[in-house]
């Protein structure tokens, strides 16, 4: 069951990066800035079209999210609070809200090709992090999986970037979004929220059994809401006026994240934090067929090598991790 959850929380993940590329498209002339959908970042497209900065679109999605989670809240009733709650609030707070800052500046500096790739590694590093905040480790096989999808989904990315030969669709070698991380500030920036996310992804599992898994993200969204309200007023004021023009597509971000994460904690009360997040990251495999479909992405042949990669690794952690 923890696999549907997971694999659910991919699905409107990659949902999710569909209206924030969709949106950050209009806002900056151009489509580059989904947080995982993976594939043309929008080249040649119109002038750009003055529109809320990222700091603004991330602090109305958090405001979203928290909204309609507290909706579900409200539907199934407050849960009683344990004693770990409030110091894993305190911390995830804390750990988010500079993930979440620097998630959205990577995004609207660097191209997505180059950033996407680095959230791939969250997975691997909790191998390091839920050993030490939580005492799981994964089986020798689960381990293998999670290192499967986090290879496939590094080459799904490599896919990205537009048509071949231009521009941004130059093929730029297997080991080009490394080099970026020597180059380019937004890489640099995602690599960081990796890190981030694997240690804070940890304190969610000490949440959930502490309050709840609809409860908890709704009360971590309002926290986050709440902490970076004073720095976007003062120094965005201008642009959040702008986010009335943006109004659905936020509230689409936020309908998307509030399943996701309602999904992904139910997930996490079921199995090991590593493999929840491994399998979250089948969203790139989502994100590739959305791409197609909704956005006229090209470039699909090369990425299936990657999308069978992350599957031989699902395959490893539900069958033998």
């Keep these: 069951m923890w696999f549907l959850f997971a694999l659910g929380t991919a699905f409107f993940?990659?949902?999710?990066?569909?209206?924030?590329?969709?949106?950050?498209?209009?806002?900056n002339g151009r489509a580059g800035g989904s947080a995982g959908a993976h594939g043309a970042n929008g080249a040649g497209a119109a002038a750009a079209v003055p529109g809320p900065s990222g700091l603004a679109l991330c602090w109305a999605f958090?405001?979203?999210?928290?909204?309609?989670?507290?909706?579900?809240?409200?539907?199934?009733?407050?849960?009683?609070?344990?004693?770990?709650?409030w110091p894993a609030l305190a911390a995830s707070t804390v750990f988010n809200c500079v993930a979440l800052v620097l998630y959205f500046q990577a995004?609207?500096?660097?191209d997505l090709s180059l950033t996407a790739p680095m959230l791939t590694f969250t997975p691997l590093f909790m191998l390091l992090t839920s050993p030490l905040i939580l005492g799981e480790y994964p089986r020798p096989l689960g381990l293998t999986g999670i290192v499967c999808i986090?290879?496939?989904?590094?080459?799904?990315?490599?896919?990205?970037?537009?048509?071949?030969?231009?521009?941004?669709?130059r093929r730029r070698g297997l080991l080009a979004p490394l080099r970026a991380l020597l180059a380019d500030h937004g890489p640099r920036r995602m690599l960081a929220v990796a890190v981030i996310w694997s240690v804070s992804a940890n304190f969610d599992k000490i949440g959930v059994p502490a309050s709840g898994p609809i409860f908890w993200p709704?009360?971590?969204?309002?926290?986050?809401?709440?902490?970076?309200?004073?720095?976007?007023?003062?120094?965005e004021g201008a642009a959040l006026g702008r986010l009335r023009t943006h109004g659905a597509a936020v509230l689409a971000m936020g309908a998307a994240e509030a399943v996701?994460?309602?999904?992904?904690?139910?997930?996490?009360?079921?199995?090991?934090?590593?493999?929840?997040?491994?399998?979250?990251?089948?969203?790139?495999?989502f994100g590739v067929?959305?791409?197609?479909?909704l956005l006229g992405e090209r470039n699909l042949g090369r990425r299936l090598a990657g999308a069978l990669l992350?599957?031989?690794?699902?395959?490893?952690?539900?069958?033998?991790?």
């Design 260 to 285: 996701s994460v309602v999904l992904q904690m139910h997930a996490l009360t079921l199995a090991l934090a590593p493999y929840v997040i491994a399998v979250k990251r089948l969203s790139a495999v």
């Design 218 to 235: 709704a009360a971590l969204f309002t926290s986050v809401g709440l902490v970076l309200a004073p720095v976007a007023l003062l120094h």
């Design 13 to 27: 993940q990659a949902v999710k990066d569909v209206f924030i590329k969709r949106s950050n498209g209009r806002s």
């Design 310 to 321: 992350m599957v031989a690794g699902v395959a490893c952690i539900t069958l033998w991790g």
């Design 62 to 85: 958090t405001w979203a999210t928290s909204a309609l989670l507290w909706l579900g809240v409200a539907a199934t009733g407050a849960p009683e609070i344990g004693p770990d709650f």
């Design 107 to 110: 995004l609207s500096r660097s």
């Design 150 to 169: 986090v290879a496939g989904s590094y080459v799904l990315s490599l896919g990205a970037g537009g048509a071949p030969g231009g521009p941004n669709g």
């Design 289 to 293: 067929a959305f791409g197609a479909l």
